[in-house]
């Protein structure tokens, strides 16, 4: 339990960082919405210092690093992970769509960088939807690489409805996830699309009255568990750039 008196955070073991809201897909599924003309991404030392600060009062067990499309800044993304793993932080994950250059050297050196920075887990998202944009070989290449890196990844897909739901997305999800077999890559149980950003706009012929609207990624704000940093530095209604992460915790209210 965090040293913290704040009854709120007292629970908080999880970071998350969206490093950034740029990125390589244009996905019909997207909660975030449209990404175009999007850039920048968190800066690395603020992110890193918030996560020293927040470990001297708080037992961390995973951080997460995602975006947009996180790795259209591997170095931002590699310091994260090398800071969490330095102050102890066990679970280190990745998502990411794995796609941010065609250039397979690139790929090849990313890779390389993230198992070395201490990343112990890539969630790779393959599905119908960012097969819509982004090219499936680099994606497969970027997996091979990582395997060659000696990083556990698993497939990350996004269904429509549910798992089970045979619709046209949900199939060619499953004829893409086949493209992997050879490597032997676990699928893993990935998420069901929620009627918020672009699925609202793109896909609201699948949902109906009783589907859930609320994200399923939302944080109880009276037991706070996992604070996600924005790439601009906002945090639980305030900011690492303008303020120390523990005082952030400490004067945190709904």
């Not at 897909?157 to 490597?183: H, M």
Request: charged residues 25%; glycine residues 6%; hydrophobic residues 40%.
């Amino acid at each position: 339990m965090a040293i913290s008196k704040n009854q709120y955070v007292q629970n908080l073991n999880r970071i998350e960082f969206v490093v950034t809201l740029a990125c390589t897909g244009k996905c019909k599924h997207c909660s975030e919405g449209e990404h175009t003309s999007l850039s920048g991404c968190i800066d690395a030392d603020a992110a890193a210092n918030a996560i020293r600060e927040v470990c001297k009062d708080y037992q961390i067990e995973s951080l997460m690093t995602f975006g947009g499309e996180p790795l259209l800044y591997p170095e931002v993304v590699c310091e994260i992970h090398r800071i969490a793993k330095a102050v102890g932080i066990p679970g280190r994950e990745l998502i990411t769509n794995g796609f941010f250059t065609k250039d397979r050297r690139r790929i090849k050196e990313v890779a390389n960088m993230l198992a070395e920075s201490g990343v112990s887990k890539i969630l790779l998202s393959v599905d119908a939807f960012h097969q819509e944009t982004i090219p499936l070989e680099s994606v497969f290449y970027f997996a091979e690489c990582i395997l060659v890196a000696g990083i556990l990844v698993k497939l990350s897909p996004a269904w429509l409805v549910s798992k089970q739901d045979d619709n046209s997305y949900n199939k060619k999800t499953r004829e893409i996830l086949g493209e992997f077999a050879d490597l032997k890559i676990p699928v893993g149980s990935g998420n069901v699309i929620f009627p918020g950003g672009n699925a609202l706009k793109y896909l609201s012929e699948y949902f109906d009255d009783n589907t859930e609207t609320l994200s399923p990624y939302e944080e109880n704000p009276f037991d706070i568990k996992a604070i996600s940093f924005s790439p601009n530095g906002d945090v639980l209604n305030d900011n690492i750039y303008q303020k120390n992460i523990l005082d952030i915790l400490s004067g945190y209210q709904p």
